[in-house]
């Protein structure tokens, strides 16, 4: 069975979504990936319809969308049919994003530096707790430097929270990319986002084995 990555954080506007387009993409190059979008906003249905009417074609992706009774057998066909499963959850930790935790072998929670993230992210890194699930912060939209981004990954450091090494810098080939039903590793061959996204994927890898 597939493992599972679950990207959930209670915050809106985070980049769990677009977390879960580039990483998928990226692990789409050598192996078969499954998206599972349960968040009703369904933009990362956008994304890969996008994706669909592309030529030439970018590397298959599944993709499901789901709610409700329907969500764990979904999740089980996914699983049966793929090498990882990938989860877009919504703005909250009710109902459905529980049971996507509890589903996950790696839980990543984006936070940009801010400390209305990183206080919105506790309920999620409880929730992960209580599940027993792995879970990881994993910073969004950093500037390269800055007071601010200093701040909060001392906060991080001094409270001990779990958190991922690479960093996303805010970078607009992660929107563009996105825009056009891409990873940002399939729309360019380098550049920092590229290498950024690349680091997360491989640390990500590290950990689900
Ligand atoms: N690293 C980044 N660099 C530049 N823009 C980014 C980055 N990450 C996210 N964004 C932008 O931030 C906005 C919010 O991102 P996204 O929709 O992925 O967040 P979300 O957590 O899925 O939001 P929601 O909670 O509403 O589902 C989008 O406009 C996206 O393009
Ligand atoms: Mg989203």
């Known amino acids: ?44 249905r956008r994304w890969h319809e996008l994706r669909a009417v592309r030529a030439p074609a970018p590397p298959a992706i599944a993709f499901a969308d ?9 999740l089980e066909q996914l699983r ?3 090498d990882l499963v990938l989860i877009d959850s919504p703005p909250q930790i009710e109902t459905e994003a529980r049971l996507a935790i509890r589903a996950a072998d790696l839980v990543l929670v984006p936070v940009q530096p801010s400390p209305l993230d990183l206080w919105a992210a506790e309920g999620t890194l409880a929730l992960a707790a209580a599940e027993r699930r792995p879970v990881r912060l994993v910073l969004n939209r950093a500037p390269g430097a800055g007071r601010l981004r200093a701040a909060i990954e001392a906060e991080i450091g001094q409270r001990a929270l779990p958190r991922l090494d ?9 929107a563009t990319a996105f825009a056009a039903g891409l990873g940002v590793t ?10 950024e996204l690349l680091a997360l994927a491989a640390e990500i890898e590290g950990l689900l084995g």
Request: charged share 15%; glycine share 10%.
């Open 80 to 82: 049966r049919a793929h």
């Open 186 to 195: 399939e729309a360019a061959r380098r550049g920092p986002a590229v290498t």
């Open 166 to 174: 690479a960093v996303l810098g805010n970078r607009v080939g992660f």
């Open 1 to 44: 069975m597939a493992p599972v990555l679950t990207i959930a954080q209670q915050k809106g506007g985070t980049g769990k979504t677009t977390l879960a387009a580039h990483l998928a993409a990226a692990f789409a190059a050598s192996r078969r990936v499954a998206l599972l979008d349960i968040d009703p906003q369904r933009s990362l």
């Open 66 to 74: 789901t709610a409700g009774w329907r969500l764990a057998g979904t």
